[in-house]
């Protein structure tokens, strides 16, 4: 199971631009902090703040119907609150995600953005310690916040089998590793494994969906990413996702390992 950690990624706003990190602090029962912290709902979504529950991607702005959105290329700045959105090298926003006069202007630009895509007025949506998570609440895990974790050798073996190149970011998962063979990920399930000083029980593989079709450089369709999967190796499946159950800041590069008590097992 030895690996080490390629790539360190979030997505503060559901569906919109992954943002690299050198390092993550992990709590446990916790998603990455910052990861799908915000969501742009449809008009027709009811999401109580004070009473946040999981709601299927279909209720936001998406990807997998979507794909106008990977034209833009935004970043959030938690210390500050700040958001910005750009396209081309240009800057088409900014604005204080956190403050109401920022949330309402985001809202206003990914509705006009999205006009005749899905139905407006969008607005902007959060609430404290929670996750706009693509994931199901899962029955074998204690929390419904997960780390998600693919094998960058399992996206080679699909690379070679459809004669294509796919970009990792596709997936848009948190943690990309290297180290172990193709698939072997999807032999986890149920066990526990250590990153730097936290340690993550693995609780389900991926499924799939047709998000993945869309190229994240230059937003077309180009590759049937689901239909390649089943045709090629039988499934739909494309990395892992974690519970954390012991904290603490991981770092690029931190291998990857079977926790203590199952090393020699």
Same mark, same amino acid.
């Given at each position: 199971m030895?690996?080490?950690?390629?790539?360190?990624?979030?997505y503060?706003?559901k569906?919109l631009?992954?943002?690299?990190?050198?390092?993550a602090?992990?709590?446990?029962? %916790?998603?990455?902090?910052?990861?799908r912290?915000?969501?742009?709902?449809?008009?027709?979504t009811?999401?109580?703040?004070?009473?946040?529950q999981?709601l299927?991607?279909?209720?936001?702005?998406m990807?997998?119907?979507?794909?106008?959105?990977a034209?833009?290329h935004?970043r959030?700045?938690?210390?500050?609150g700040?958001f910005?959105?750009q396209r081309?090298?240009?800057?088409?926003l900014?604005a204080?995600?956190t403050?109401?006069?920022?949330?309402q202007?985001?809202?206003?630009?990914?509705t006009?953005?999205?006009?005749?895509v899905?139905?407006?007025?969008?607005?902007?949506?959060d609430?404290?310690?929670?996750a706009f998570?693509?994931a199901?609440? %899962?029955p074998n895990?204690?929390?419904d /916040?997960?780390?998600s974790?693919?094998?960058?050798?399992?996206?080679?073996a699909?690379?070679?089998?459809? +004669?294509a190149?796919?970009?990792?970011?596709?997936f848009?998962?948190n943690?990309?590793f290297?180290?172990?063979?193709?698939?072997?990920?999807?032999?986890?399930?149920?066990?526990?494994?250590r990153? +730097?000083p936290?340690r993550l %029980?693995v609780?389900?593989a991926?499924?799939r969906?047709?998000?993945?079709?869309?190229?994240?450089?230059?937003?077309?369709r180009?590759?049937d990413?689901? +239909?390649?999967?089943?045709r090629?190796?039988?499934h739909?499946?494309?990395?892992?996702?974690?519970?954390?159950? /012991?904290?603490g800041?991981?770092?690029r590069g931190?291998?990857?390992?079977?926790a203590?008590?199952?090393a020699?097992?």
């Amino acid at each position: 199971m030895n690996g080490q950690i390629a790539a360190l990624y979030r997505y503060p706003v559901k569906g919109l631009s992954p943002e690299p990190l050198e390092r993550a602090a992990l709590a446990p029962g %916790k998603c990455l902090p910052q990861d799908r912290r915000f969501a742009l709902a449809l008009p027709s979504t009811e999401f109580d703040p004070a009473r946040p529950q999981w709601l299927a991607k279909t209720h936001f702005a998406m990807l997998m119907r979507d794909e106008k959105l990977a034209q833009l290329h935004t970043r959030f700045d938690a210390a500050s609150g700040m958001f910005s959105v750009q396209r081309g090298g240009a800057r088409l926003l900014e604005a204080r995600l956190t403050a109401p006069e920022g949330r309402q202007a985001v809202a206003e630009f990914f509705t006009r953005f999205l006009d005749g895509v899905v139905p407006g007025p969008l607005r902007v949506v959060d609430a404290p310690g929670h996750a706009f998570a693509d994931a199901r609440p %899962k029955p074998n895990a204690t929390t419904d /916040q997960y780390v998600s974790l693919i094998n960058r050798a399992s996206i080679a073996a699909l690379v070679q089998a459809l +004669g294509a190149a796919i970009d990792p970011l596709r997936f848009r998962a948190n943690l990309y590793f290297d180290g172990p063979p193709a698939w072997a990920e999807l032999d986890w399930l149920g066990r526990d494994i250590r990153i +730097g000083p936290a340690r993550l %029980k693995v609780i389900a593989a991926i499924t799939r969906c047709a998000a993945t079709a869309v190229n994240p450089a230059t937003a077309a369709r180009d590759l049937d990413i689901v +239909g390649g999967l089943q045709r090629q190796f039988g499934h739909n499946l494309m990395g892992i996702y974690a519970e954390v159950a /012991q904290g603490g800041e991981i770092v690029r590069g931190d291998r990857l390992e079977p926790a203590a008590s199952q090393a020699t097992s």
